[in-house]
């Protein structure tokens, strides 16, 4: 289990103090996909590096399995870092070096036999599906490809944690999707812990069962995916959500009310009884829907008619319902 108490990280530049993170408190449970989320800026990376001491914090606790990591030697420190393996944006890779050894890299410098550590890499690309370019190069791989490598080398010395820290964002679309569904794979048959920071909320739907949201520095709401996707509480979420200047194109000025439909709900046809039953035509937006946690769920900014009498119709009809939603200011 990672825990985060009081973590803090002030950065002293010139003749002023930058503050990265403020009390920061978070508990990752073992087995688990925990994403961070927010914009650049918030802090995200600099939070993924605290957990395995990249980044040093200023002030608070990480504890590891319940051990205060701040407090270990250099040499303890070196050792628990084996346990905890990591993936970058730009992959990281060791150009000179083929595939095969990239990922035998860590093991060398763990001190494992050659032979021993060549046997465990080849394993490794079978895992992560590169069996065949053992031999290969970076330059001769897709980044794709390339991100693969760096999975498997983050795996090389059998780490309880994977930290991943925007692994996806240099990435297309199905790419994403593909490295995503690897990611879920090694948790599922290997309990690999992992840890994602990433700016997309997409990536935090595939894959993440608890998500925090960090804004300026700090976490500003943290729950079940599910939750904080279909009940989002800080603005940075529903920012997040549903980008303030995609609702600000496609918006004629009208009030804006965004629905959410849970699963009992997302295949009812809602807004057909409400624009029935109140004799007012309402504008959409936006709709969207996924499914987290094995349910559909759903969400629909409607945009109220123009008439205040018309507008109030359809606030009354929201209200008597059983549907969640929320007026967007």
């Known amino acids: ?14 003749d002023k103090e930058i503050v990265a993170l403020e009390d920061i408190n978070l508990t990752i449970r073992d087995g ?40 270990l030697s250099r040499e303890k420190l070196l050792k628990l870092r084996q346990s905890i393996g ?51 190069y970076p330059s001769q791989l897709s980044g794709g490809q ?47 812990t992992i840890v994602i920071i990433t700016h997309e909320m997409k990536v935090i739907d595939q894959i993440c069962d608890r998500v925090a949201v960090l804004d300026h520095s700090r976490i500003v709401e943290e729950g079940r995916v599910s939750e904080v996707f279909t009940s989002p ?7 997040l959500i549903l980008p303030a200047n995609r609702k600000q194109e496609i918006s004629g000025g009208g009030r804006r009310v965004r629905l959410t439909f849970h699963s009992e709900y997302a295949g009812e046809p809602v807004l057909s009884r409400m624009v029935l039953d109140c004799q007012c035509p309402v504008n959409i937006l936006y709709a969207d829907t996924k499914e987290l946690d094995g349910k ?31 007026e967007e200011v």
């Open 1 to 14: 289990m990672i825990e985060l108490k009081s973590l803090g990280k002030t950065y002293h530049a010139s």
């Open 146 to 192: 390339k991100q693969r490598v760096a999975i498997a080398r983050a795996l090389a010395t059998n780490p309880k944690y994977l930290l991943c820290d925007e692994a996806t964002s240099a990435l297309d679309p199905n790419t994403t999707r593909s490295i995503l569904e690897l990611l879920s794979q090694i948790n599922r048959s290997l309990g690999v």
């Open 296 to 326: 559909t769920y759903g969400q629909m900014m409607i945009e109220l008619p123009p008439g205040e009498r018309d507008a109030e119709k359809i606030m009354v009809w929201l209200k008597n319902s059983l549907i969640d939603w929320q």
């Open 86 to 136: 990591m993936i970058f944006q730009g992959f990281n890779l060791l150009e000179q070096r083929s595939v095969l050894q990239n990922v035998t890299f860590p093991l060398e410098v763990s001190g494992v036999k050659s032979t021993e550590a060549r046997a465990r890499a080849r394993e490794l690309l079978e895992l992560v599906g590169l069996s065949d370019r053992a031999g290969s």
């Open 233 to 239: 509480v800080s603005e940075i979420a529903k920012e």
């Open 32 to 71: 688990e996909i925990y994403g961070i989320i927010g914009l650049s800026g918030a802090g995200k990376s600099t939070l993924v590096r605290c957990i395995n001491l990249l980044e040093r914090p200023t002030s608070g606790q990480v504890l590891i399995d319940g051990k205060d990591i701040l407090a």
